[in-house]
Antibody, heavy 122, light 107 residues
């Protein structure tokens, strides 16, 4: 079954770190660029980061640059998002998503996980 | 970064109505635009890519048009399951940017 399953969300204090994971199955993980997108409660979607199919290129939204690190492990088809120096406005549901087509050309997001909630609060 | 706007921010419509949502980019993005539907508590669902190409499995009552800076999503005959929030997303280059969303609810 083609799917993405996120994990690792939780409640953390401001300034702390958290790592999210996304387990992929049912497709050749190593051929697709992968993304993180987040959504604060009652708000719109915010694109966070992308990693190329081979892991060589990583691009971030300005709002998380220098604090978040995206990575991937093809050996176990897992995408990760390491988040440091967390702030209250990082509180959101975090979705991992797969590009529609293989390769590195920018493409729409065809496959989404169900999301994992991150709450930053003291 | 490219900025995306949508109008209206919300609309009320009845089953069977024709609904049109507009998305505008701050600079030309060719036809590198997609449309998503999101229902409460669910992830977004890709409806349209390449501005006008229907994603597999999406009903034909959904259609997209436009290029450059102005784009439109049209639902030809609104169905009960179409009440949701709709977002546009440009994929011309990185960083991607979503529009702020349009909520479609029942009149």
């Amino acid at each position: 079954q083609v799917q993405l399953v996120e994990s690792g969300g939780g409640v953390v204090q401001p300034g702390m770190s958290l790592t999210l994971s996304c387990s992929a199955s049912g497709f050749t993980f190593s051929r697709y660029a992968m993304h993180w997108v987040r959504q604060a409660a009652g708000k719109g979607l915010e694109w966070v980061a992308v990693i190329s199919y081979d892991g060589d290129t990583k691009i971030y939204a300005d709002s998380v640059k220098g604090r978040f690190t995206i990575s991937r492990h093809s050996s176990n088809s897992t995408l990760s998002l390491q988040m440091t120096s967390l702030q209250s406005d990082d509180t959101a549901v975090y979705y991992c998503a797969r590009a529609r087509d293989t390769g590195w050309y920018p493409d729409q997001l065809e496959l989404w996980g169900q999301g994992t909630m991150v709450t930053v609060s003291s | 970064a490219i900025q995306m706007t949508q109008s209206p921010s919300s609309l009320s419509a009845s089953v069977g109505d024709r609904v049109t949502i507009t998305c505008r980019a701050s600079q030309g993005i060719r036809n590198d635009l997609g449309w998503y539907q999101q229902k409460p508590g669910k992830p977004p669902r890709l409806l349209i890519y390449g501005a006008s190409k229907l994603q597999s499995g999406v009903p034909s009552r959904f259609s997209g048009s436009g290029s450059g800076t102005d784009f439109t999503l049209t639902i030809s005959s609104l169905q009960p399951e179409d009440f949701a929030t709709y977002y546009c997303l440009h994929d011309l280059n990185y960083p991607f940017t979503f529009g702020p969303g349009t909520k479609v609810d029942i009149k």
